[in-house]
């Protein structure tokens, strides 16, 4: 069983910038993807950023030149970098991660990002 902790998220005003972390307990080196999903208050959770095993990744529309997703698998941690932050940013962060490509098999607790105008 492998455990994600994410750290990083607070409190920024519009324009500004935020890295998540997702650090897990074991190994990241197998895992087929991680990545973030975010969930706005009274919204469902939606995908954010993904990175696969290989390296390649991918974006919402909505974040796509202002995010970068990233991992280290020497330091088993996950990252995105957030830029140019906008109200409709203000959600809670989720990372996962996936041992093959069908379902979420570990989900982190969440951290909360607010921007404000």
């Known amino acids: 069983q492998v455990q994600l902790v994410e750290s990083g998220g607070g409190l920024v005003q519009a324009g500004g910038s935020l890295r998540l972390s997702c650090a897990a307990s074991?190994?990241?080196?197998?895992?087929?993807?991680m990545g973030w999903y975010r969930q706005p208050p009274g919204k469902q959770r939606d995908l954010v950023a993904t990175?696969?095993?290989?390296?390649?990744?991918n974006y919402a529309d909505s974040v796509k030149g202002r995010f970068t997703v990233s991992r280290d698998n020497a330091k088993n941690t996950l990252y995105l970098q957030m830029n140019n932050l906008k109200p409709e940013d203000t959600a809670v962060y989720y990372c996962?991660?996936?041992?093959?490509?069908?379902?979420?098999?570990?989900w982190g607790q969440g951290t909360q990002v607010t921007v404000s105008s």
């Open positions: 996962y991660a996936k041992r093959d490509p069908w379902k979420v098999d570990y």
């Open positions: 074991g190994s990241i080196f197998s895992f087929y993807s």
């Open positions: 990175v696969a095993g290989g390296g390649g990744t």
